[in-house]
């Protein structure tokens, strides 16, 4: 029946909104993927599988655009019982090198369409860019999935140093509780 329904949902599904990239533990801040145009709309997925892990990317910005993203995570057991205080914090570092930490503090449910999931966000971040690449890095308190929804336009992006996925690793992604690594690492 899960078979049925994921070929159902795939099948009659739009253009994915946004540029899918899974994170592994090997995505560390020396070897993030990066965004070249963080303007353009990315989708950050990843697996925290134990205690303080992190996950990284890095998005470029000119002068003026927005930096813009969402953190989510499937409004599914375990995540959606896990307290605000321990759900993943996003550490945010300028060109300037100064470090923005944007803890969680949302806790807003919404249907996403192009996936038929249900999803929580947990945090949210938005101001003018200084022209330059921004580093993220987020922490988890302890095993989740989570993700980070980047960038406001809906066009076609380049990644570097990463691979962008598809529909078939965001599902596989809901359906995966952590502890998981795609990388296998």
Known sequence: MIATTF????VA???????TVILTKANTPGNAPRVV??????????WMNKPLD????KLTFTAGQRVYFEGIMPDLAPENTIPNALLPQILVTTPGGSVISVPPTLRES???EHSHSQLIRFSKFDRIAEASTYQFVIVGARQQR??????????PGQLVN???GNFY????WYQTPAPYDPAGL
């Open 7 to 10: 070929l159902a949902m795939t």
């Open 13 to 19: 599904l739009p253009a994915w909104a946004h540029h």
């Open 37 to 46: 145009d963080g303007g353009v709309s990315f989708a950050f997925y990843g």
């Open 54 to 57: 992190t996950r990284s990317f």
């Open 110 to 112: 919404f249907y996403e």
């Open 146 to 155: 989570f993700a980070l929804a980047t960038g406001l336009a809906e066009a």
């Open 162 to 164: 990463g691979t962008i």
């Open 169 to 172: 690793d965001v599902i596989h």
